[in-house]
T-cell receptor, first 113, second 116 residues
Framework: EADIYQTPRYLVIGTGKKITLECSQT?????MYWYQQDPGMELHLIHY???????EKGDLSSESTVSRIRTEHFPLTLESARPSHTSQYLC????????????FGPGTRLTVT | AQKVTQAQTEISVVEKEDVTLDCVYE???????LFWYKQPPSGELVFLIR??????QNEISGRYSWNFQKSTSSFNFTITASQVVDSAVYFC?????????????FGTGTSLTVIP
């Protein structure tokens, strides 16, 4: 059973607000990922990290930023939310890189009005 | 290019029927890994299986089975005697080495509905 947590689970916020989506894992995994997914659609990688102080952008252009100051914590920040940011955001972690499965959190469903 | 294709967008079956979900992949890597995930209506992705490119042995886990064929670049997933709880979106994923940028590539998913 994976132990990866995301808060909040649901968020409705107005345009222009700054928001931070939290992601924490208790498995000691070095690798962590953020994906964006419209309901039932494919996942798009927006950020990933291979360890503390390591962050990279994924395939999907994103106006968000991430930080990795502690192994267990990988928050995602939107400086100025827009309606186009409305989506589900999934956080994942893995023990290794390509040869290990990723474990996913429950997701944050974000609506920007 | 690295790519995963799940041509079946939506499938509906009646409970107790068998169903196969197709997954076709493209990669230039000789070493790569394939995965299946289940996403129930709650939204969380649940890991089902991992397979590496050197292991073509099929696998069975309860009502689930997977058929990996390198010759056709396919990694299909069969659910035997389907149940309503199997209703979910199923994603196939590919990861590999340098050509995939050490990232996962997910297919577009197949939405399975099991009708009671």
């Amino acid at each position: 059973e994976a132990d990866i947590y995301q808060t909040p689970r649901y968020l409705v916020i107005g345009t222009g607000k700054k928001i931070t989506l939290e992601c924490s894992q208790t498995m000691g995994h070095d690798k962590m990922y953020w994906y964006q997914q419209d309901p039932g659609m494919e996942l798009h990688l927006i950020h990933y990290s291979y360890g503390v102080n390591s962050t990279e952008k994924g395939d999907l252009s994103s106006e968000s930023t991430v930080s990795r100051i502690r192994t267990e914590h990988f928050p995602l920040t939107l400086e100025s939310a827009r309606p186009s940011h409305t989506s589900q955001y999934l956080c994942a972690s893995s023990e290794g890189t390509v040869d290990y499965e990723q474990y996913f959190g429950p997701g944050t469903r974000l609506t920007v009005t | 290019a690295q790519k995963v294709t799940q041509a079946q967008t939506e499938i509906s079956v009646v409970e107790k029927e068998d169903v196969t979900l197709d997954c076709v992949y493209e990669t230039r890597d000789t070493t790569y890994y394939l995965f299946w995930y289940k996403q129930p209506p709650s939204g969380e992705l649940v890991f089902l299986i991992r397979r590496n490119s050197f292991d073509e042995q099929n696998e069975i886990s309860g009502r689930y089975s997977w058929n990996f064929q390198k010759s056709t670049s396919s990694f299909n997933f069969t659910i035997t005697a389907s149940q309503v709880v199997d209703s979910a979106v199923y994603f196939c994923a590919l990861s590999g080495g340098a050509n995939t940028g050490n990232q996962f590539y997910f297919g577009t998913g197949t939405s399975l509905t099991v009708i009671p």
